[in-house]
Nanobody, 115 residues
Framework: QVQLVESGGGLVQAGGSLRLSCAAS????????MGWYRQAPGKQRELVAR???????NYADSVKGRFIISRDNAKNTVYLQMNILKPEDTAVYYC?????????WGQGTQVTVSS
C-alpha cells in the first residue's frame, strides 16, 4: 500500500522560506515521478512542481526561480524548498506519486504566508 506523508507546512511572513517534505512508503519510489500540487480556497488544485524518476524537473510559471523540487531515493522522500514566499502562495500543498498510470496523494499540509 502506498502512503504519502507531508510535513513542513506552517505560517511564514512574506519573503520567508519553508521546506516541505513528503515521505513515501511502498516500493518502486525511485521509478516514480513525484509532484507537489496546491489548492487555495475556492480554486482548483494546480501543479506546483514535478520531478521525474530521472531527476528532470518542471515548475509552474508562478514559482519558477523561487521553488526547488528535489528527491532522495535512498530516503523515499521528495522535497519542496520554497523561497521568497508570497501571500498568493497560501494553500494546502499536496504531494503526489505518479506510477504506471496511477496517482497517489498525501493528505496535504497547510502553508500560510502573511503579508
Amino acid at each position: 500500500q502506498v502512503q504519502l506523508v507531508e510535513s513542513g507546512g506552517g505560517l511564514v511572513q512574506a519573503g520567508g522560506s519553508l521546506r516541505l517534505s513528503c515521505a513515501a512508503s511502498g516500493s518502486r519510489f525511485s521509478i516514480s515521478a513525484m509532484g507537489w500540487y496546491r489548492q487555495a480556497p475556492g480554486k482548483q488544485r494546480e501543479l506546483v512542481a514535478r520531478i521525474s524518476s530521472g531527476g528532470s524537473t518542471n515548475y509552474a510559471d508562478s514559482v519558477k526561480g523561487r521553488f526547488i523540487i528535489s528527491r532522495d531515493n535512498a530516503k523515499n522522500t521528495v522535497y519542496l524548498q520554497m523561497n521568497i514566499l508570497k501571500p498568493e502562495d497560501t494553500a494546502v500543498y499536496y504531494c503526489a506519486r505518479h506510477l504506471m498510470g496511477r496517482d497517489y496523494w498525501g493528505q496535504g499540509t497547510q502553508v500560510t504566508v502573511s503579508s
